[in-house]
Nanobody, 115 residues
């Protein structure tokens, strides 16, 4: 079982920055760590995800603004979000996939971009 603890959400003005963190604990062997988001009335969508080997995938809407990084030794993944836009407002969910293909989700953290 994997437990995920997220932090770093909040309210920020357009053009501002936030950094999300997600720490994983438990008995596991993690391959993929990343973030999804869900805005009101919309489906959950991939923001960014990376494999343990270093391959990273970003949504087109965040390329050049968001950066995913991870500390494999601490099983922690970070999402640095710069140049935030109102359309980035959503609940952000940490996502982890083990080498066995089991998927775990965090509880979600709200990010609101508004003046």
């Amino acid at each position: 079982q994997v437990q995920l603890v997220e932090s770093g959400g909040g309210l920020v003005q357009p053009g501002g920055s936030l950094r999300l963190s997600c720490a994983a604990s438990g008995s596991f062997s993690i391959n993929v760590m990343g973030w999804y988001r869900q805005a009101p009335g919309k489906e959950r969508e991939l923001v960014a995800a990376g494999t343990r080997g270093g391959s990273t995938n970003y949504a087109d809407s965040v390329k050049g603004r968001f950066t995913l990084s991870r500390d494999n030794a601490k099983n922690t993944v970070f999402l640095q979000m710069n140049s935030l836009k109102p359309e980035d407002t959503a609940v952000y969910y940490c996502n982890v996939i083990t080498w066995f293909g089991t998927i775990f989700w965090g509880q979600g953290t709200q990010v609101t971009v508004s003046s």
